[in-house]
């Protein structure tokens, strides 16, 4: 039913030396999923604006040995929000938050600044509400906006990814 972040992280093409930004992180699932496929090279900068779910996951991280996460305090609803520097990211994901991100115009743009020229974004959303399980069916971001908003937004899809029943993937290319 959920989606699972290793297999869809597999998805995405991680080299080694990559630099990955996990845009509204939460718990870390994504952050660590990422972090053990760059096999102790490159960096996952893990940003939400929640520290109590930041330091979860720097204490999680810590006990599964997985050193190359970075946890930043930001709101990746404003522009610079992220504390990144421009163009300094291979990846960004943003996976099952969308839909809990009031400025969503905004939040590409931010995605836009801090990815590196012909970056991609890993992006996982809810396919629809399930009765409790998911978004407010007011929330949900189908699939064709969320796709829309990004190419309206100057990224193309690479491709469409596997991420299970209840969920949909893209990866978008910055261009």
Same mark, same amino acid.
């Given at each position: 039913?959920?989606?699972?972040?290793?297999?869809?992280?597999?998805?995405?093409?991680?080299?080694?030396?990559?630099?990955?930004?996990?845009?509204?992180?939460?718990?870390?699932?994504?952050?660590?999923? #990422?972090? !053990?496929?760059?096999?102790?090279?490159?960096? *996952?900068?893990?940003? =939400?604006?929640? %520290?109590?779910?930041?330091? +979860? @996951?720097?204490?999680? #991280?810590? !006990?599964?040995?997985?050193?190359?996460?970075? *946890?930043?305090?930001? =709101?990746?609803? %404003?522009?610079?929000?992220? +504390? @990144?520097?421009?163009?300094?990211?291979?990846?960004?994901?943003?996976?099952?938050?969308?839909?809990?991100?009031?400025?969503?115009?905004?939040?590409?743009?931010?995605?836009?600044?801090?990815?590196?020229?012909?970056?991609?974004?890993?992006?996982?959303?809810?396919?629809?509400?399930?009765?409790?399980?998911?978004?407010?069916?007011?929330?949900?971001?189908?699939?064709?906006?969320?796709?829309?908003?990004?190419?309206?937004?100057?990224?193309?899809?690479?491709?469409?990814?596997?991420?299970?029943?209840?969920?949909?993937?893209?990866?978008?290319?910055?261009?």
């Amino acid at each position: 039913m959920f989606s699972d972040p290793v297999k869809i992280v597999g998805q995405c093409g991680i080299q080694a030396g990559m630099e990955i930004a996990d845009l509204g992180s939460g718990s870390g699932f994504y952050s660590l999923a #990422a972090g !053990k496929a760059l096999m102790s090279t490159g960096k *996952v900068y893990a940003i =939400d604006v929640q %520290k109590d779910l930041l330091s +979860k @996951l720097k204490n999680h #991280a810590t !006990k599964e040995k997985v050193y190359n996460i970075e *946890v930043v305090w930001g =709101d990746i609803e %404003k522009l610079g929000g992220t +504390k @990144l520097r421009d163009h300094s990211v291979d990846m960004a994901m943003i996976c099952n938050v969308f839909f809990q991100v009031e400025n969503k115009p905004e939040t590409i743009k931010e995605v836009k600044r801090i990815l590196k020229p012909g970056g991609r974004v890993l992006f996982v959303e809810w396919a629809s509400s399930y009765g409790g399980t998911g978004p407010h069916p007011d929330a949900v971001v189908k699939k064709d906006m969320g796709r829309e908003m990004f190419e309206k937004s100057g990224f193309h899809v690479d491709r469409e990814i596997s991420t299970g029943s209840h969920h949909y993937g893209f990866i978008f290319k910055k261009l």
